[in-house]
């Protein structure tokens, strides 16, 4: 299966939870629990997310600069819990990376 | 049939109660583009996911899983996950659009995402006529959907032509721990959080990538186990997450 064929099925799944309810309100009620798990699903979803892409590149870089990565998400999450921001993250993990990057024996 | 032009100051009123979503949802396209132009797939079907998907964090998950050669079906099985919520919004909007013709509930459930929800329930709260209330959300949902391809085309052109040393392949990593830091003071996404976290490093060398899909039913089965406690609605887009066109 192609990237196209998976972003399509994506799309139109997607699409059918979207038109879901609008058709069938009258025959569908949700659970409380069921309720309460979809609010997880992309807390759950963005830490794994998270957690891979950032092990991948530790492991991806060699073990002499995997000590970046971490540098710049400790410095991203700092930033994140002082401003309130997410986009904070960005804004100074990106540079903390490039320095480390550059000051460690490559 | 809503008539735009009769209610075109509706539609006008609609498309300023979504500017101060686009503040945050921009940048997230834009950093969503370079993630498309960085990752291992064509750049127009990353692109496409904007159209296609409709919804910021599937959009994520879609690329980044593709980039990592996960395999197609668990890609397709945790995108449509991430969506889930997007039956809840259905629900929510379901009463208001009863009774309206086939092509309006075709055409407002495609805009249907978390920012498009929030105005155009603001102006169905509103007490106004229904068809000026459907303007005034058809009004937001257009620009919110403008926006949001224009900023992914925008990150996907840019980001093609940049060179590797910028390593902007950890711009979406370093986003998504931006974005589960500020809900780490809520008790059942913490533990939703960390228990995801810890088990997506495990499960990095899982077959077929499932460790994704692992970790997100962990992280939602520990978020569970916390006891719900009551609280106030979020009223206002600057209290809202930033989870958009999501």
């Known amino acids: 299966m192609s990237a196209w064929i998976v972003i399509l099925a994506v799309g139109l799944g997607s699409y059918l939870f979207r038109l879901s309810m609008i058709l069938l309100i009258d025959r569908i009620t949700m659970s409380p629990q069921l309720d309460r798990a979809s609010g997880l699903v992309a807390p759950a979803a963005f830490a794994a997310l998270a957690a891979g892409g950032v092990a991948t590149a530790c492991t991806s870089v060699g073990a002499s600069q995997a000590a970046a990565p971490l540098a710049a998400v400790a410095a991203a999450l700092i930033a994140v819990l002082r401003t309130g921001s997410s986009y904070a993250a960005i804004l100074v993990g990106m540079p903390t990376l490039w320095i480390t990057t550059s000051l460690l024996p490559g | 049939m809503i008539n735009l032009v009769a209610n075109r100051r509706d539609v006008a009123a609609g498309a300023r109660a979504m500017v101060p979503w686009l503040v945050g949802i921009v940048p997230f396209g834009l950093v969503i583009g370079l993630s498309a132009a960085q990752a291992d797939i064509p750049t127009l079907a990353g692109w496409l996911t904007g159209p296609l998907i409709y919804a910021g964090s599937s959009q994520v998950a879609t690329i980044e899983m593709l980039d990592n050669g996960a395999a197609p079906v668990v890609v397709v099985v945790a995108a449509l996950v991430i969506n889930v919520r997007l039956i809840l919004y259905s629900a929510t909007m379901a009463r208001h659009w009863r009774g309206t013709s086939w092509r309006w509930r075709f ?41 949001w391809l224009a900023a992914i085309g925008i990150g996907a052109t840019v980001g093609a032509g940049l060179p590797t040393w910028l390593h902007l392949e950890f711009v979406i990593p370093l986003y998504l721990v931006g974005e589960v830091a500020t809900k780490l003071a809520d008790p059942a996404l913490r533990r939703t959080i960390f ?3 810890a088990v997506a490093i495990l499960a990095l060398s899982a077959p077929l990538h499932l460790g994704m899909a692992l970790a997100i039913a962990a992280g939602i089965t520990a978020g569970l186990t916390v006891r719900p406690v009551e609280r106030l609605e979020p009223t206002h887009p600057s209290r809202q997450t930033t989870e958009v066109p999501r």
């Open chain 2, 107 to 147: 055409v407002a459930a495609y805009l249907l995402v978390d920012p498009s929800l929030a105005v155009g329930l603001d102006g169905y709260g509103r007490r106004i006529d229904r068809g000026r209330a459907h303007a005034r959300y058809l009004g937001g949902a257009v620009l919110l959907w403008v926006s």
């Open chain 2, 195 to 197: 228990v995801a976290s």
